[in-house]
């Protein structure tokens, strides 16, 4: 609940509720949207169902947006905003084995979650699978430390490294949000999928 616990507006146990109650809201959103299902992310991938591009692109744009805006009146200091350090190898290395897991299970941590409260079995076995993966990496971490650290970077933003200003990124990245929609809708046309 960011600064309303930092700042004692709320307390431990009110910020845990809360964060309960929007956990409950997330997961009805999910599910009443169709994103328990597998196929929906599968679709993504064979390009049939582009929904979760579109969801995913507006819910980055709203946030990017959102954040600028509040930046720009005063009420966030962006640079108080923690930002992951970046590991170069094993952002690479980890993105390509998520995308993978991803394409494999028909789910990502999430939807799979959501998947689960209402019974399906698929989504069970992807968080065994999820669980396995974690223990793996954490039991093993002396033989993946060298690769985990390789290529730190720092912690730089997209718009830093590329050298644009917040605003001209925000546009571009808004840009690009409208190329991808477009590119969705003719995926969508050129590679149908009945009734799935």
């Not at 709320?10 to 109650?21: D, Y």
């Not at 959501?114 to 992807?126: E, M, P, R």
């Amino acid at each position: 609940m960011g600064p309303l616990i930092v700042n004692e507006l709320i307390s431990p146990e009110t910020n845990l509720f809360l964060a309960f109650l929007i956990g409950i809201g997330f997961g009805f959103v999910l599910e009443s949207s169709g994103f328990s299902s597998s196929r929906k992310l599968a679709g993504m991938f064979y390009g049939y169902d582009t929904t979760v591009l579109k969801v995913f692109f507006t819910a980055a744009i709203t946030a990017l947006l959102g954040m600028l805006f509040f930046s720009l009146f005063g009420w966030i200091d962006l640079s108080l905003v923690y930002i992951n350090p970046t590991y170069l190898h094993s952002a690479i290395v980890g993105g390509i084995i998520m995308g993978a897991g991803f394409i494999m299970g028909g789910f990502c941590p999430g939807t799979a979650v959501c998947a689960v409260s209402i019974g399906k079995l698929d989504a069970l076995a992807f968080i065994g699978g999820l669980l396995l993966g974690i223990i793996f990496f954490t039991e093993g971490y002396p033989m993946f430390e060298e690769l985990y650290k390789a290529e730190f970077m720092g912690t730089p933003t997209i718009n830093e490294f590329l050298g644009l200003s917040r605003g001209l990124f925000s546009f571009g990245l808004i840009a690009a949000a409208f190329g991808m929609f477009w590119v969705g809708e003719w995926a969508e046309k050129k590679f149908p999928r009945e009734e799935y």
